[in-house]
């Protein structure tokens, strides 16, 4: 049986401790990537490729239209891990990324971590991490986290 994560963003301390946490359990965000949320993308990292915006270079690219920051979707897994899964007060340590397919703009891209390693020696965990569009997998990658112990013990 799959258990799944339904901790809800911004609320106080509603994640989960290590000793929570089962292989398999997962949790989602999905998210709608809009223009203006691209544009935000770009003022905070810089990230102003023309790839993303100009719709007359995009065209001529590989994508043959604009395309959404690979990054800006990858931190939709970061949503997950730090909001729903485990949630507040764990630690991102790592992330590795594989980018499959592009992001349009206005593309609902879903975001999911798995549990998929428990590490009890020092209250970590392993994630599968994937971004998907419809039933097609655009990201892939596996995290590694720090959860907060129960009993006080990291």
Known sequence: MVQRAEAAPGNARTGYFYEDLTVGMSADYSRVIS???MRLFADLTGDTNPLHFDD???ERSLFKGRVVHGMCTAAL???????RMPGPGC???SQSLRFTAPVYPGDEVVARAVVDRLIPERCRV???TTCCVGKRTVLSGRA???VPS???SE
Do not use: H, P
């Not at 897994?77 to 909001?83: A, E, K, L, R, Y």
């Open 35 to 37: 223009d203006s949320a």
């Open 56 to 58: 007359e270079f995009a």
């Open 77 to 83: 897994i970061s949503t997950v891990i730090g909001t």
């Open 91 to 93: 630690v991102y340590l």
């Open 126 to 128: 392993e994630f599968e």
């Open 144 to 146: 590694l986290t720090q």
């Open 150 to 152: 129960r009993n006080g």
